[in-house]
């Protein structure tokens, strides 16, 4: 046997003014886009935003129904407009922000598993790493280089 460490490694920056003007950009985008979330349910509201290297920005929230599993998150809602309106251009960087009314969101909010996977197979499409920036409603921003750095041990076509 052979123990394998897996590290995960994120650039953290106190606040949304740290960041690049272009990324400070599309985490506001993110933020309106979260503000439109339908969230009845769990109050908990995401927003996604993603500039394609045609320099559009996609953005897309969540979307909540009483039967849970019907609905769909900011990431994905945002993924798959862009594949479906703009298939074969790049995804270069993704921001993402979520807000509570149940509870203070200060620290940094990654992607759940699904969005995770979702992103990992356009990421794995254009061979190419996608920047990824998320954050709470306020707080420090965290930023991953590559979905690969929050996916590690990712599924992916090579195995069917």
């Given at each position: 046997m052979k123990e394998v460490k897996i590290e995960t490694?994120?650039?953290?920056?106190?606040?949304?003014?740290?960041l690049p003007e272009n990324v400070q950009n599309l985490m506001k985008a993110a933020a309106e886009a979260r503000d439109k979330a339908y969230a009845p349910y769990?109050?908990?509201?995401?927003?996604?935003?993603i500039l394609l290297e045609n320099n559009e920005v996609i953005t897309g929230s969540n979307q909540?129904?009483?039967s849970y599993p019907s609905g769909l998150c900011a990431e994905r809602t945002a993924i798959y407009y862009a594949g479906a309106k703009y298939p074969n251009?790049?995804?270069?960087?993704?921001a993402l922000t979520a807000s509570s009314n149940n509870q203070i969101t200060d620290k940094p909010i990654p992607p759940c598993g699904a969005c995770r996977q979702a992103i990992a197979e356009y990421e794995i499409k254009q061979d190419q790493p996608i920047?990824?920036?998320f954050m709470g409603a306020?707080?420090?921003?965290?930023?991953?280089?590559?979905?690969?750095?929050?996916?590690?041990?990712?599924f992916d076509r090579s195995f069917l």
């Open positions: 490694k994120v650039q953290v920056f106190d606040d949304v003014n740290e769990s109050k908990f509201k995401v927003g996604a935003a909540e129904n009483a251009t790049k995804f270069l960087i993704m920047e990824i920036y306020t707080g420090k921003v965290a930023k991953s280089n590559s979905l690969a750095n929050l996916l590690p041990l990712g």
